[in-house]
Each structure stands twice: as structure tokens, then as C-alpha cells.
């Protein structure tokens, strides 16, 4: 297992952000090792005929699988919260030759790394060129409704951790993430222990990570803990949850699929595709919830996402019982 020693210093300095580019590097794992990663089918069965025809020689030698560690350089710890692939591409570019070169001896330097590891700076430009391809190919098409769901996971952390404190925020990240006292013990194979030394951690929920949970703990970033997201089997669903008649019958069956889509915070239009509902109707109905106390939103960059309150959690958990139809 791995135990990452607390201060206060360091619960001040941990954040949470997410990082298009680990998308890249998690789901090229994916494409590799389908069989390990089902939930993710849906995407595998499109995202594969349409990558068949790049050059991913960089990618494939990169991210070995099965491999307990990749190389620390693929996925830069992002320095802001919700960075864009074309900032971390440039972050990708100006990784420093050592962190380079330590990297590719990680994976006993395959001839098809001899580029990167004789001249970095020249190997991260083709290696950023194969990213920013194979992103625009298997995962832009996609990226609204990974970012819906990844931007409800902050949302939804933050409001834990301003409810409880760290112990709450932890309590219910991943069934091999548990908090003991001043140390957050993540469940793994290999075992090590460490302080973190004030330089706190960044929580980076990720889709592509499923099933498991990924550290980066190296000297030359900002330590990073990245988990799969609350809701994450809901991401390729189409169809519809259910929802106890009894609540229909007192809400509208709109406003009711509405509360019971809200698992997890979500956009409006994310919501108008999981339901059939139109965006204009969403919204609408999205007002009457918020109005009557059921839904909160909050901005997240241009989105604004929302979220069953306590009240309206109980409410659906109850199914209002005793009520009925006629």
C-alpha cells in the first residue's frame, strides 16, 4: 500500500484539477487492454477503428501495459484546474531532458524511443504532434461529456470538503482510498511510505483510470492521486433510470427523471441527452426544480452544473412513500 504522510501545510496546498492529456495517456491503456477495462466498450468500439490508421509507435512504446509505472514526463501534474490539452502540450514540450531521459530508461529504452532520449526537445515536438492527433481523433468528440462528468466530481468533492473537512472529502473517494489520522493510504501492490513535505496533492479524477487508482509521487511535481470520478457508469449510458412513481406522480415524470439523473451534478445539455428531453425543456424544468429547493447550480468555467440538494435526496430516497397517483 501506499501512505502519504499529512501536515496542515499540506491539506492548505491540496487542490483538484483535471487533466485532458492523462486522458490521453489512461485511454491509450484502454485501447491496449479492453478485456480489463469494460465499462468502457461503448467508446473502445469507436475509438479503435478510428485510431487503426495513426502512428501511435511513440504511444504504444510510452504506455506499456500491464506496467506498474509509466513515465512521470507523459502527464505533467497540471498547474491549473481545468487546463486545456494545448496548455499541456506545451507543458509536455518543456519537460526537462533528465526527467526525458529517466523516463525512457524506466522502459529499458526501446529503439523507437532512441529520438526521445537522444534529443528530448526534438522527441517531445513529435510526441506532442502525435497527442494533439490522436486526441482530435478517439477522444474530442467525446470531451463535453467526459468534462461534464469530471467537472461534477470537483463540484461535488468541494461541497464535501467544505461539510466535513478532509476525513469527509476522503471518506468516500474509492474503496482503496482511506484516510487514518494524518496519513491517506491508497491500496496497491507495492507498499511505500512518505511525507508529502508541504507540498500537498492534486486530486485528478479521471474516466480512462477505471478500475484502479494511479499516484505520481516524484521529486520534480507536485504529487498526484488520480481516481475514477463519482458517476463514472454513467458516462456512456443512453438509456434511462428509473423513478418511483410516486414521485412522478407528485413532480411530473420530467422533473422527476430530471432529479433522479442528478447523481452526479450535470450540465444542461448533458441532461438533455441522457433523458430525450429537450435542452430549452431541461432548462425550464431545471428552474422550477431549483425554485421549489431541489436543484442547486453553480458555474464552472463556461458550464453551469447542477445538483440535488439534501431535501431532494431524501425525497427521491423515500420515493415519497404513502403518496400516490390518484
Known amino acids: 500500500m501506499l501512505e502519504l504522510g499529512f501536515t496542515a501545510q499540506d491539506l492548505a496546498r491540496t487542490r483538484f484539477a483535471f487533466s485532458p492529456l492523462w486522458e490521453v495517456v489512461a485511454s491509450v491503456r484502454v485501447l491496449k487492454e479492453p478485456a480489463a477495462h469494460a465499462l468502457h466498450l461503448p467508446w473502445i468500439s469507436t475509438a479503435a477503428e478510428r485510431v487503426r490508421a495513426l502512428d501511435l509507435s511513440l504511444l504504444d512504446a510510452l504506455i506499456p501495459v500491464p506496467a506498474r509505472r509509466l513515465p512521470a514526463f ?7 484546474p481545468v487546463p486545456d490539452i494545448a496548455d499541456e502540450l506545451d507543458a509536455l514540450r518543456a519537460v526537462a531532458a533528465d526527467e526525458v531521459r529517466a523516463g525512457v530508461e524506466l522502459l529499458n529504452r526501446p529503439p523507437v524511443l532512441d529520438e526521445l532520449y537522444d534529443d528530448p526537445p526534438t522527441g517531445l515536438a513529435k510526441l506532442a504532434e502525435t497527442v494533439a492527433v490522436y486526441w482530435e481523433t478517439a477522444l474530442l ?10 467537472e461534477g466530481e470537483v463540484l461535488h468533492r468541494s461541497r464535501r470538503l467544505a461539510e466535513g473537512g478532509a476525513q469527509r472529502l476522503f471518506a468516500d473517494l474509492d474503496p482503496a482510498v482511506s484516510w487514518a489520522g494524518d496519513t491517506l493510504v491508497v491500496q496497491r501492490k507495492t507498499s511505500e511510505r ?23 509521487i516524484t521529486d520534480s511535481w507536485q504529487p498526484v492521486l488520480r481516481y475514477p470520478p463519482r458517476g463514472i457508469a454513467t458516462l456512456w449510458e443512453r438509456g434511462r433510470d428509473p423513478v418511483p412513481d410516486a414521485l412522478a ?30 435542452a430549452g425543456g431541461v432548462s425550464q424544468q431545471l428552474t422550477l426544480l431549483r425554485e421549489a429547493g431541489l436543484v442547486t447550480s453553480h458555474r464552472t468555467g463556461r458550464f453551469v452544473l ?4 439534501p431535501a431532494a435526496d431524501v425525497l427521491l430516497g423515500a420515493g415519497v412513500p404513502g403518496l400516490s397517483s390518484s
Not at 74 to 80: D, I, K, R, V
Not at 254 to 278: K, N
Open 306 to 309: 447542477y445538483q440535488r440538494t
Open 194 to 216: 512518505l511525507r508529502l513535505e508541504g507540498r500537498g496533492l492534486v486530486l485528478v479524477p479521471s474516466v480512462f483510470v477505471w478500475p484502479k487508482v494511479f499516484s505520481k
Open 74 to 80: 507523459l502527464a505533467p501534474t497540471p498547474t491549473t
Open 249 to 278: 406522480a407528485v413532480l411530473g415524470p420530467s422533473r422527476a427523471q430530471l432529479l433522479a439523473e442528478l447523481d452526479a451534478p450535470a450540465s444542461t445539455s448533458e441532461l438533455a441527452r441522457r433523458t430525450g428531453i429537450t
Open 141 to 150: 468528440p467525446h470531451w463535453p461529456r467526459i468534462r461534464a462528468l469530471l
